[in-house]
């Protein structure tokens, strides 16, 4: 069983929609991050957690550290907002930079 | 644009061959990190610096090397280059550790025939 672990693995949905992608994880971390990447393969951080819940924009990310669980939301979804979301966690204790990712979800949204 | 530089964008090699990627990190970042994304691993954490020193190191062959220079470019070397070591090299960068916020370059597109 892989460390971290995204679902749904594809995710089709039409313009307008609310999406939700889901980041299980099996080890203790200190920090999540929510990244973005497009076709061409560049990668974004969209977002840093650590506890509770952030915003930007139309996206929204939360963090259940007891539960090991973080959600990325997508409201208003729009076709631009297509690309593979990847969950990776940094574990707690003395590993500085080592990130583990889940597979990653691919989400296509239609006009 | 992260502010992250990556060259070369695309490399086609052979196996046998040896080749270095060159990253350079954002202005005023002293961390680097290295990643490699495959097909079939996914992402995977290479190796990380911190202002010129090794502070991490994850699932990083033998064969590969990485070191950050007094200017805090990186160089990540692979040698003795395998079919299996096609992938998407991206190089990232961050204020401190992991805990602020990570940027990423666009990655080298490695390909060994």
């Known amino acids: 069983k892989n460390e971290v672990e995204q679902s749904p693995q594809n995710l089709t949905a039409q313009e307008g929609e609310f999406i939700t992608i889901n980041c299980s994880y099996s080890v203790g971390i200190s920090a999540l991050h929510w990244l973005q990447q497009h076709p061409g393969g560049g990668i974004v951080s969209l977002f840093m957690l650590s506890s509770g819940k952030k915003k930007h924009g139309r996206l929204i990310a939360t963090i259940n550290i007891q539960e090991k669980h973080s959600s990325l939301h997508i409201t208003a979804s729009h076709p631009r907002d297509s690309a593979v979301y990847i969950c990776?966690?940094?574990?707690?204790?003395?590993?500085?930079?080592?990130?583990?990712f889940g597979q990653g979800t691919i989400l296509t949204v239609h006009p | 644009d992260s502010g992250v530089t990556q060259t070369p964008k695309h490399l086609i090699t052979a196996t046998g061959q040896r080749v270095t990627l060159r990253c350079s990190p954002r202005s005023g970042d002293l961390s680097v990190y290295w990643y490699q994304q495959s097909l079939d691993q996914g992402l995977q954490f290479l190796i990380q610096y911190y202002n010129g020193e090794e502070r991490a190191k994850g699932n990083i062959l033998e064969r590969f090397s990485a070191q950050q220079f007094p200017d805090l470019h990186s160089e990540l070397n692979l040698s003795s280059l395998e079919l299996g070591d096609s992938a998407l090299y991206f190089c990232?960068?961050?204020?401190?550790?992991?805990?602020?916020?990570?940027?990423f370059g666009e990655g080298s597109w490695l390909t060994v025939v």
């Open positions: 990232a960068s961050s204020v401190t550790f992991p805990g602020n916020t990570i940027y």
């Open positions: 990776a966690v940094k574990a707690g204790g003395t590993s500085y930079g080592k990130l583990t």
